[in-house]
């Protein structure tokens, strides 16, 4: 249990790279809520992953809800940035 809460973490932090880190000429810069608020969600997003390989003894589960919600994720922002016709 304690394993999945740090790789939770670590998926968590990794994704940082997404969201909360704000890159300017001057340097990269934290934005403490938002990261805080991202790095939360993939955690928690992460354990749903743990959950689902482990109930069903597979990765395949876990690999599949991890690309639908990158999916979901990419055209969901594809269509707030595409403009309208």
């Known amino acids: 249990r304690a394993s999945t809460c740090i790789e939770a973490l670590l998926f968590g932090l990794v994704h940082l790279c997404h969201h909360g880190l704000l890159a300017t000429a001057a340097g990269i810069r934290l934005l403490p809520l938002s990261a805080a608020l991202w790095v939360g969600l993939m955690f928690c997003t992460a354990l ?5 390989r482990h109930r069903s003894g597979s990765l395949f589960p876990a690999m599949a809800a991890h690309a639908s919600f990158n999916l979901a994720m990419n055209a ?10």
């Not at 749903?48 to 689902?52: I, K, P, R, T």
């Not at 969901?76 to 016709?85: D, K, N, Q």
């Open 48 to 52: 749903l992953f743990a959950s689902l």
């Open 76 to 85: 969901c922002i594809f269509a707030a940035l595409w403009p309208p016709h």
